[in-house]
């Protein structure tokens, strides 16, 4: 601000400058045929007070006292230093198009200073890095496949650490679901080294097998070169979510949070025995049908209802007889039919819950997409310092996977990431202005163009928006019209 004030002369500098702008001298011919007083439906008007060019505005705040303010008309020279201190300035305080174009009106105005103040606050570095949570436009709402076989394809991720370990120190959970049927499974660990992440997948997968697909977030436990190779021997295909995106590996995201509240709930009581009572809850968990599917997990994978502690106390109540021993034949044509007649209503309940989300979540939803090239700003979540910018970047696209993931790459530090297109933003680069510095004193005359230098009015060859309506098309064209003698087809006027 204080460069600003210095390098100018006051009322004289401005007068100087003002006039050799040549955008402005539209408006000195307005500010002298200028007589109306303002009113509601010609609220502004410009005007000259010793030879320096003003904007004057009625407040619509009082217009019955004909309460009035006025504005310098700024030249070209000194707009981009006013959006500086209105904006950047630690006084501008880095706040919002609204907040500063208010901030600049008060004093200042010049023609196009709306849509130039709004690319001013748009392309702020320190503004794009900082702006708080996710890009407001979100892309819409991919529905994961419907997977038909139990343990087709799995889920997993981790729960912890823990606030309160167990007595037995275990203070994580390893957690797998399988998405046919939302069976859960889970074991208590001591500590998430590699190993022991595959000693407890490979204890779960002794009951229920290897699956084929197996899905995960980027976890250095689960993409190191010892569990690749341990997918690789037993076949099964890795998935992986993208960075800082778990709605990718919904399903075990969703088992965690109702595990950790389970727990919570039970710890109350037991705050060292819940690796203990796991398996317990996790009974609870497969019990209830889920409203996903209309079914429990328990019958989804075995085809009957399972038997817990309120069915001991029907059966005590109503004495229920045995039921009459089947044959082996019977029991299992019995098993299968009842299996495949849930997994089928399972599917429908499935595909209709996946369009009902869809629809909520695309509700709010816009397509989002980005080219290879583009330079983009990564949202790094950073809840341990509210001081620290959330925005890191700018990022440059490399590859697009899907509709959804991208590959982008840093050049500084030389990093490729996989992420999800929502944590992902445009990074608009603010226009640079270059001056030509001549050193020593100019004897010469400027080398203009030398050429055809008869000018030729080319107002009629801009192009008026289709899209706007028959009148208003009239007017822009009206207006085009009017000062036409602006418009040249020689180079250096517009």
Known sequence: MADLINKTEGEREILREQKSDDTLQPLFEQAQNTEEDLTLEKPTRFISKNGVLYREVLNQKAPEMSASYTQIVVP???????MEVA???PQGGHLGIRRTTQRITKNFFWPGMYQQIKRFCQSCDTCQRISSGRDKLKAPLVPMPLIGEPFSRVGIDIIGPLPKPSRRGCRYILTMIDYATRYPEAVALTNIETTTIANALLSIWGRTGYPKELVSDLGAQFTSRLMERLLELCGIRHLTSSAYHPQTN?????????LVRMIKSYSQQHPHDWDIKLQQLLFAYREVPQDSTGYSPFELLYGRRVRGPLDLIREFWEACPRPEPVSVTKYIKDLQSTMEMARNTAQEHLATAQQRQKAHYDSTARCKSFEIGDEVLYLTPTKANKLQVDWTGP?????????VNYSIYDEQSNVEKLVHVNMLKPYVNRSVNVCMIISGEETGTFPFWEGNRKAYRSSEQVKVDEGLSQS??????KLLNKYDHLFSDLPGRV
């Open 76 to 82: 070209q020279k000194y707009r981009e230093q006013l």
């Open 87 to 89: 904006h950047d300035s």
């Open 250 to 258: 919904g399903l075990v995201e969703n088992l965690n949070k109702t």
């Open 395 to 403: 990022w440059k696209v490399i590859k697009r996977h899907s509709g």
């Open 472 to 477: 208003q098309q009239k007017q822009v064209r």
